[in-house]
């Protein structure tokens, strides 16, 4: 039986996985956990800081945990603002759920990298599985660390351990945590109180999107797939959609026609510029059947009705 940890079910992809984890598997067997505590009331959860491997480890046992969904880090626009932080934080935790699976404890592990593994040396579009990898932010690096750690701890130790390399994710039930992405999920809701919006990326820088609801589902159906049919043990791309905030606004223009947006390029936008404007994800596709739903106009549609629901 599975019996599932959630590290970092607070934030932005955790808070919709813990939902379809619970679907699936009933409450009892999805723990949440959390540096903070969460917004709502949870009897599953549990407060760690997964730095601690002591603590990360009596939790484990606590509840007989065999499979983790690792996804506390610090993301691009914040890493900036705390170098050192951020690569203490995004490799200790890493590492110390990749030891619970050396020892046996843990079976099975899916932990997010990101197209931020890329750099200003890749191809722009199409950007390839094994295109050169050369960040330039101490997110990406950390990004790009995490997945050799991944696939060394997968043949040295043989640890089942599964990753994608996610795009920008857009979602509405909880914040983004500070990334380079956003501006995609900000907009929306300025456009839905009326208000105008100042995007910190130049209205012509296209980056690769998905809806959380692709997100979660390539993150199940990579976790669900059989080991002997999985090529890459570093991080599968993963793509769905591309759009730049012009090509957004003019989308949301359609459903709340007086949108005004003002472009006020900060340093993001030099992160943005480092990174694809689209993905090659044949792998992901071949391997494992991995298929988007959402592209930008079911992207904008979902948004502003769920948006709008809120009001
Ligand atoms: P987020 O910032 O919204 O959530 C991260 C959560 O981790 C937060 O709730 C935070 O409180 C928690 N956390 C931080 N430090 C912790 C610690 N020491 N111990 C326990 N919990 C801690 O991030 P997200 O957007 O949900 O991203 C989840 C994962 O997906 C990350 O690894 C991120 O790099 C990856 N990813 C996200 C995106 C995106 O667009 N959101 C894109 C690519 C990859
Ligand atoms: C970010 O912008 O940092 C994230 C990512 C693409 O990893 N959304």
Known sequence: MKKILIIGSNGQLGTELLTSL?????SKNVISSDINDPSNKDAYFEKIDAREALSLTSIVEKYKINHIYHLAAILSANGELNPILSWELNMKTLLNVLELGRKGIIERIF????????????????????????????????KLAGEKWCQYYFEKFGVDVRSIRYPGLISHKAQPGG??????????????????????????????????????????????????????RTSYNLNATSFSPAELTAEIKKHIDGLRVQYKPDYR??????????????????????????GLPQITSEMISALRMKK
Not at 22 to 26: C, E, F, L, S, V
Not at 199 to 226: N, Q
Not at 275 to 292: F, H, L, M, Y
């Open 111 to 142: 932990w997010p990298s990101s197209i931020a593994v890329f750099g200003r040396d890749a191809p722009k579009d199409y950007t390839g599985q094994n295109a050169v990898t050369n960040p330039s932010t101490v997110y990406g690096i950390s």
């Open 179 to 232: 990334g380079t992405t956003d501006y995609a999920i900000d907009i929306f809701f300025k456009a839905i109180s009326g208000k105008s919006y100042d995007c910190f990326l130049h209205e012509d820088t296209s980056l690769p999107m998905m809806y959380i609801d692709d997100a979660v589902k390539g993150a199940l159906m990579l976790m669900e797939a059989p080991s002997q049919k999985l090529s890459i």
């Open 22 to 26: 619970r679907d699936k598997y009933g």
């Open 269 to 294: 936008q030099l992160i943005a510029e480092t990174w694809p404007r689209s993905i090659d994800d044949e792998s992901a596709r071949s391997d494992w059947g991995w298929k988007e739903a959402f």
